[in-house]
């Protein structure tokens, strides 16, 4: 059996941003669809887990582009599963053009947990390791740790209907909508992201108020902007890093 | 050459709400995504329009669905062009199940304008009339007068960067999310949406603060919902009704 999962998309014009650039919290949006499309294939997607009480936690994403496609543009997302410990499981993902030239990577880290007790799940033994792969090059850092900056604005939304997954929580995808909208229209008409990473701490439910600081430093040839979001018992649930730089 | 344009879409895992159903608005921008491919294909897209400083302005929306699709069904999105008149065009929608069942039908109300003035093209004998189609049926009825109640709910939110579309002004789908933002959860886990409606009646732009005011009435079968959304200018913005039926 293929190790590998691509799903195939057309960037419509109902999907790209101002810029008429596909956004990133729905290019993240399609890499979890066609995690769940390839885990489901394999016999451990949520819809069998969840027969056991088990649901997989995505616990960090580290996104590299060298530039969001466009409208109209046909794209292939592949993703593979390189490698397997006892509680974390390491998923990779290709972005191609309709020629096949890869536009970009990204990486991935899941814990499958207990939906009562949310204790981790040991992933040996399971069926995972068959498809492990790694014959597929996955040439982008993995994430690292986030700092937590001293100087920042802030900007604060509540958690509503729209932004919930299927377990009731702040969908992953949202998060990243959530952090995107701490820019302001001059830094991404004038910026491109270049690496996107996001490491997810806490659930966030509905109702929730969730406060987000953002914290801006411009570097040699390019800008590092912290987001951190709080909630209101000021719990991190979130940190995350962009890499932008200039398009001009 | 056809009249009518086809998209095939499968509902994936993140594209689903709480009870496990594609969210209406993600199935309202692929409604526009195919009438976007429609009018591409036709030779009377944005992309050709924008060659002459015009663009298309959706005005009304009412779509009406027996029961909004789950995780993992594939649908087909159909579209064609009823009639056209002066200022207006009406453009239809149907949604079936991979088996061909209808499940749902959509009926809207376009304008085209000049970007720079706002004022509306007259749309007679510029190359749409050979594709209008009547042979196909849209079984539900145009969208109506929405009033505006003296009672209701208030809640607010602003237009950040995620909201807007290709023109920088909010997204139409958007409004539709923002819309729905306003049901609290147990109002949607016990009731199916079975119409939905929505006039367009300004734009709205980065910045914006929004004030959503929902008024709900309970009929004798169904409950309706009438959204009626304003700008800092207290102006009307957009006003949705919304029926929903018991679903147990």
Request: charged share 25%; net charge negative.
């Amino acid at each position: 059996m293929e190790k590998t999962t691509d799903i195939h998309i057309t960037v419509y014009p109902f999907e790209v941003d101002f810029r008429e650039k596909l956004t990133l919290p729905l290019l993240v949006n399609q890499l979890l669809n066609v995690a769940g499309v390839h885990a489901d294939t394999h016999g451990f997607g949520i819809n069998e887990l969840n027969k056991n009480g088990h649901t997989w936690v995505l616990s960090r994403l580290a996104v590299e582009i060298t530039n969001l496609p466009k409208k109209d543009e046909k794209l292939t997302l592949r993703t593979w599963v390189e490698s397997l410990m006892r509680t974390f499981t390491l998923r990779n993902f290709a972005i191609f053009r309709e020629d096949g030239t890869p536009i970009g990577y990204a990486r991935s880290i899941w814990a499958m947990i207990d939906v009562q007790t949310r204790k981790p799940i040991n992933l040996m033994g399971i069926g995972i390791e068959p498809f492990l792969s790694k014959e597929i090059d996955c040439p982008i850092q993995r994430g690292g740790k986030i700092p937590t900056p001293e100087n920042y604005t802030e900007e604060t939304f509540t958690v509503h209907y729209s932004d919930l997954d299927i377990n009731k929580h702040l969908n992953s995808a949202k998060y990243v909508e959530h952090i995107m909208d701490g820019f302001s229209l001059e830094e991404l008409d004038h910026h491109n992201i270049q690496r996107f990473e996001i490491e997810y701490l806490e659930e966030c439910h509905f109702g929730d108020k969730i406060t987000v600081r953002k914290s801006s430093q411009a570097q040699d040839n390019h800008t590092e902007h912290i987001f951190v979001l709080r909630n209101e018992k000021d719990e991190i649930v979130c940190k995350s890093k962009i890499c932008t730089v200039k398009n001009d």
